[in-house]
């Protein structure tokens, strides 16, 4: 038997969670848009073509946010083509996934689904083959209240309001050699520099995000960030990290360290982000947004990520996510909780089919894959101020990565609704886990939300012949006395309390 002990005080906060660290994220790739959440034609779709089941589902989600048009499709997309007159729109070559763009799905049918989604928009403005001039077009376009060109062409195309987006990413990973347009440090830092300028010339409300390394492992890694800051530091509000989560060795064990590098990535990025801001002897803090994460590793060859002959939708990168993908969405979550004074936005990548949270059948259903019930679970009942936890707990050995603790957790207290959350993943593969919480300054409380993540099968997934094979479960072991939360945690399990005022 593990015995973890957790300890928070309510006087004691690393920072209020920022609701946008739940977003998720449509690219123009595969089946996200065409067949994902959009099928004209579908038994669900509404008069817009939206799949009323993935729009319930992405409901479900929690979903706060929503990332579009990519992803490495952006880099080469040029927005005018996906507004206006439907019949009106060209196909084009999308070039970064081999297949055939038809434009039938744009701006103005994204920020439409936003709304019906229930979600905030987040756009991304082409910085591989176009720049600052596109840029100011797109955002005088969606921003703009009317009475010059592009916000009038909004207005002629049935959108008399503005879309008043307000997060914006200046490109997507530039330094990445797979990208349209890839750029040097320099060229981009200058180009995301200006482009930054006259967006917020145009709309000085917007929080606009420059892109950092495409992930951890790139050549370029620390020194991009810290140059590309150095153009922009005064201009934008973020900067991204993108990372993708992988099971080489096939080994829980190894597999949980994934979650503690990306800690290590977002306290690196976030001191690279301070340096530049003590070399312009600025006290302006740059935020984070985590705004591609994911499991994705078993569909990544070369035929998962294009077909032959220039297909329209096809099926990429169709990742089917098992029960200990779960666990480790469950774990990231939590650390990206633990790390709510520094990443304010983050996006699962992707929503639908695409490494999606949701899967659908063309004319057919829709489900649940594994990794979406943590991200569930945590959007519902992550409200609050994330506390300041103090956990001693057992921790084993890896062989690459040092050792882990079993118990990783964070607690939410929301001082507007009453309630602390407490969210555990107990990483032993073996052995039970008694847990005690004690949730100080918080008064007498009761347990009004218990559950528990398991499965006797690390590789149980849920696929549309047994769309419910991993599913939460309640809570049997868990009590409260006091301000003292006791529970039994199963081996390889993610769990949630939600505790209120008795
Ligand atoms: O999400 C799939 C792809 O992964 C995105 O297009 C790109 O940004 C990343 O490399």
Redesign the pocket.
């Known amino acids: 038997m593990l015995t973890s002990n957790i300890v928070v005080d309510r006087d004691f906060a690393i920072a209020p969670l920022d609701r946008h660290v739940f977003g998720t ?1 449509v ?1 123009h ?1 595969g089946r996200c848009v065409y067949g994902g959440i959009y099928e004209a034609g579908h038994p669900t779709a509404d008069a817009h073509g939206f799949r009323r089941d993935v729009l319930a589902l992405t409901r479900e989600l929690g979903a706060t946010m929503v990332r579009y048009p ?5 880099s080469g997309y040029d927005w005018e083509d996906g507004v206006g007159p439907k019949k009106q729109r060209p196909g084009r070559l999308d070039l ?1 996934w081999g297949s055939t763009e038809t434009n039938e799905f744009g701006t103005n049918e994204f920020t439409t689904w936003c709304q019906a989604a229930g979600v905030e928009p987040m756009l991304a403005v082409n910085l591989g083959t176009r720049g600052p001039d596109a840029a100011r077009q797109l955002i005088e376009y969606c921003n703009h209240p009317g009475g010059t060109l592009y916000s009038d062409r909004r207005r002629a195309h049935g959108f008399e309001q503005p879309h008043a987006v307000k997060y914006w990413c200046l490109g ?2 530039m330094d ?1 050699p ?1 990208q349209i347009c890839q750029k040097t440090a320099a060229e981009y830092g200058r180009i995301a520099q200006e482009t930054a300028k006259v967006m917020r010339w145009v709309d000085p409300s917007v929080h606009l995000t420059a892109c950092g390394s ?1 992930n951890h492992a790139m050549p370029t890694y620390g020194h991009w960030e810290h140059e590309v800051l150095e153009h922009c530091f005064e201009h934008v509000e973020l900067i991204s990290l ?1 990372q ?1 989560f992988r099971n080489d060795a096939d080994d829980i064990r190894t597999y949980f360290a994934v979650i503690e590098d990306l800690d290590a990535f977002i306290k690196e990025v976030a001191a690279i982000a301070d340096a530049v801001a003590a070399k312009h002897r600025s006290r302006k803090r740059i935020m984070l947004a985590l705004d ?1 994460w ?1 499991v ?1 590793y078993k569909a990544h060859a070369p035929s998962d990520l294009r077909k032959p002959g220039w297909p329209r939708a096809p099926r990429l ?1 169709e990742e089917v996510y098992n029960f200990e993908d779960a666990l480790i969405v469950g774990g990231v979550l939590i650390t990206l909780m633990n790390n709510a004074d520094r990443v304010k936005v983050a996006c699962l ?2 929503l639908v089919n ?2 999606g949270a949701i899967m659908t059948e063309p004319g057919g259903p829709a489900w649940r894959q594994s990794i979406f019930h943590p991200f569930a679970q945590a959007s519902r009942f992550g409200h609050g101020t994330v506390l300041r936890a103090n956990v001693q707990t057992d921790s084993y050995a890896t062989a690459a990565h040092g050792r882990l603790d079993f118990l990783l957790a964070s607690v939410l207290n929301d001082d507007t609704t009453g309630r602390a959350t407490v969210f555990a993943l107990n990483r032993g593969t073996a052995d039970e886990m008694r847990l005690a919480v004690e949730l100080r300054d918080l008064g007498q409380r009761r347990i009004v939300y218990a559950s528990e993540l398991h499965h006797a099968d690390l590789k149980a997934a849920n696929t549309l012949a047994a769309p419910h094979a991993v599913e939460p479960c309640e809570h049997r072991d868990v009590a409260i006395a006091g301000t003292v939360l006791k529970a039994k945690l199963r081996p390889l399990s993610w769990n949630v309390f939600v505790t209120e005022p008795a």
Request: hydrophobic letters at 45%; glycine letters at 12%.
């Open positions: 994220f690219e790739m990519g992803g490495n499709f952006l970064a997507n990973e990445g797979w495409s993108h993708y591609e994911n994705w990168i990548a992707q695409v490494i």
